[in-house]
């Protein structure tokens, strides 16, 4: 008798009222497609529990790809048996001994949620308990702090049986919560907020910036391999790279040095949110953590704001560096973000921007320069990619050669 199922558990969804079925769908789909590569599993789910049927599927590297899912706040390998006592002792049994038990503790966790099963809870707790010493050496009880908790649910359809619990990144399923467009840089910061994104059940689509010949090929690739690392979490991502050299040129050409980085900022916005009128998207997404740089003081977020009333999450915004580094190792983008390929962002940064600007001068300054139309012609031709965790990366297309 092996294992021959996973059992998943909703965590914060279950907190959902009548809607809660369009979350546990959404999961569903997100499931099936982190596990297409499986072709033999079946997924079943209901309000409250979801089953993958392994079928013959190896569970490792299934158990790899669902800590990657959100949505979901743990899973376990499960065994499903009849609910007739005998039955349930022999599986409880057979559970334990697929595990290291040996000098381990356990305790038996039985829960009777069909109530016409004709044992309580603590009788199944008894039961089962006793049957697992009599045929197990080395395996004491503890039902404070076990090894080993063995869990027993009885349901109508039969009785499920765990003894292992594992962690799953939790927040929202992607995509449950609508549409959003992800300011996408280089830099560490960015990657971070569009991970935080996703956990609160967005979808995203990412906007990068690029200005050759000042930013090089290097730095696009990097952003690509962002994306791509981001997919782990989030499936399929469409990412936009706008030309964004002449806006740029202009703004540093006719604005005043320590009001340019306002300008630019207001213009990255307003070409973002027209790809996000044209992607129908609800929401513009940054990096940006309060007072880490000139940008992200609030009377120049209050500025840079003024040119769009789409709403702006900043899931980075109350965070330090060393936390937002912390998590950018914990999703593999640190690395990257890191390599020397400098992006928009950096290259054309005044020496003392302003970190208290004025709406009224930086309005005043940008009517000296007609934006309108290379604005439109920066959309116009924004390329768009869509990429998922098997896209080439550049040294995995060198490598092909």
């Known amino acids: 008798m092996k294992y021959d199922r996973i059992l998943i558990r909703y965590g914060e969804m279950t907190t959902k009222g009548r809607n809660r079925n369009l979350f546990v769908r959404r999961l569903k789909d997100n499931v099936a497609k982190k596990l297409h590569a499986f072709p033999n599993i079946k997924i079943e789910y209901m309000r409250d529990r979801m089953y993958i049927l392994l079928n013959g599927e190896p569970h490792e590297p299934i158990i790899d790809k669902l800590k ?77 702090d076990p090894d080993i908790d063995v869990r027993v649910e009885v349901r109508q359809e039969g009785t499920y049986i765990t003894c292992h619990d594992i962690p799953g990144p939790g927040g929202l399923p992607v995509g449950s919560s609508g549409k959003a467009m992800l300011m996408l840089s280089g830099g560490i910061d960015s990657p971070v907020a569009g991970y ?87 929401a513009i997404v940054t990096g940006e953590s309060l007072g880490q740089v000139a940008s992200q003081t609030l009377e120049s977020m209050f500025v840079i704001n003024d040119v769009t009333t789409t709403p702006i999450l900043r899931p980075l915004v109350s965070m330090d560096k060393i936390e937002i580094i912390d998590i950018a190792k914990k999703i593999d983008t640190h690395d990257i973000s890191i390599l020397p390929y400098e992006d928009c962002c950096t290259i054309f940064t005044p020496r003392s921007p302003k970190t208290k600007p004025k709406k009224e001068k930086v309005v005043h300054y940008e009517s000296f320069v007609d934006l309108q139309p290379l604005i439109e012609k920066a959309i116009a031709n924004t390329e768009t990619m869509v990429i998922d965790e098997h896209f080439a990366t550049e040294d995995e297309f060198e490598q092909l050669f």
């Open 68 to 144: 990657n899912v959100f949505g979901i706040h743990s899973f376990s390998l499960a065994m499903k048996c009849h609910n007739e006592l005998n039955e349930i002792k022999e599986t409880a049994l057979a559970a334990v001994k697929q595990l290291p038990h040996e000098g381990k503790t356990f305790k038996i966790s039985a829960r009777r949620v069909d109530k016409q099963f004709p044992y309580g809870s603590s009788e199944l707790n008894y039961e089962i308990g006793a049957h697992i010493l009599r045929n197990t050496d080395g395996l004491t009880v503890n039902v404070h």
């Open 196 to 282: 935080l994104a996703m956990k609160r059940g967005l979808e995203i689509e990412a906007v990068h910036f690029f200005s050759p010949p000042f930013t090089s090929d290097r730095a696009k690739q990097k952003v690509i391999d962002l994306v791509k690392k981001l997919t782990t979490y989030g499936g399929k991502i469409k990412l936009h790279i706008v030309p964004f050299t002449e806006v740029q040129q202009a703004i540093y050409t006719q604005v005043p040095n320590e009001y340019s980085l306002i300008s630019t900022r207001r213009a990255m916005l307003k070409i973002t949110d027209a790809l996000r009128q044209r992607h129908r998207a609800l």
